[in-house]
């Protein structure tokens, strides 16, 4: 997982001028175990991702790393991807849409490279 937060005039996030992100990747079985994404919370809205069906999800507070996000999740094979940012708003939607289309895997969770 990535975690960082960022800092942009005229943005409001986390506090004004203020942005918190994750982008993670899970073995799609244990999405739980890893606390990313919105576990039971059902999808505010769906749509597609480079040709894979994805859900955009409103996580409420305490919701473990992503709490407060407002969470972009989809599953390529046997592997699940989320991209969020904190706040519910149209900017973090087209952020999250723009940096979740954009991602490119560079290894499997047990180290072995991608081939290219």
């Keep these: 997982m990535i975690d960082g937060t960022f800092y942009a005039e005229?943005?409001?996030g986390v506090a004004p001028n203020e942005g918190h992100m994750n982008i993670w990747s899970v073995p799609y079985a244990q999405q739980a175990t890893y606390g990313v994404g919105c576990p039971g919370t059902?999808?505010?809205e769906r749509t597609v991702l480079r040709g894979h069906p994805a859900a955009w999800l409103d996580c409420p507070p305490g919701s473990d790393n992503?709490?407060?996000h407002l969470v972009l999740e989809w599953r390529e094979g046997r592997e699940a991807y989320g991209v969020s940012a904190h706040g519910h708003t149209a900017i973090n939607r087209r952020l999250i849409m723009y940096i979740a289309a954009h991602l490119r895997r560079l290894a499997h969770h047990d180290g072995r490279r991608m081939p290219r």
């Design 66 to 68: 992503d709490g407060g």
């Design 42 to 44: 059902r999808p505010a």
């Design 10 to 12: 005229h943005y409001v």
